[in-house]
Nanobody
């Protein structure tokens, strides 16, 4: 089992920044990658960014150049630095740990960007 806790959400104005954190605990050695997804109101959950156990990263086109995913030195915390935020970035943000067998999802953190 892997447990994930997200933090760092909040309400900001367009153009401002936020940094989300996702801290993993439990059988973290089984994690192959940690991804961020987001779900806007009344919409589907979409991929945002991912970082593999080898620190390879990937981003959705909509956030490239604005968001940066990284890992803390302890290897169990992943950050999503979000710059130049737009109102369309408003969503609940979830991190998910991908393992060999199952994905494990966090509880989500709300990000609201006003114009």
């Amino acid at each position: 089992q892997v447990q994930l806790v997200e933090s760092g959400g909040g309400s900001v104005q367009a153009g401002e920044s936020l940094r989300l954190s996702c801290t993993a605990s439990g059988r973290t050695f089984r994690i192959n990658s940690i991804d961020w997804y987001r779900q806007p109101p009344e919409s589907q959950r979409d991929f945002v960014a991912s970082i593999s156990r080898y620190d390879n990263t990937d981003y959705a086109d909509s956030v490239k150049g604005r968001f940066t995913i990284s890992r803390a030195d302890d290897r169990n915390t992943v950050y999503l630095q979000m710059d130049s935020l737009k109102p369309e970035d408003t969503a609940v943000y979830y991190c998910v740990a991908r393992t060999e067998y199952l994905p494990f999802w966090g509880q989500g953190t709300q990000v609201t960007v006003s114009s």
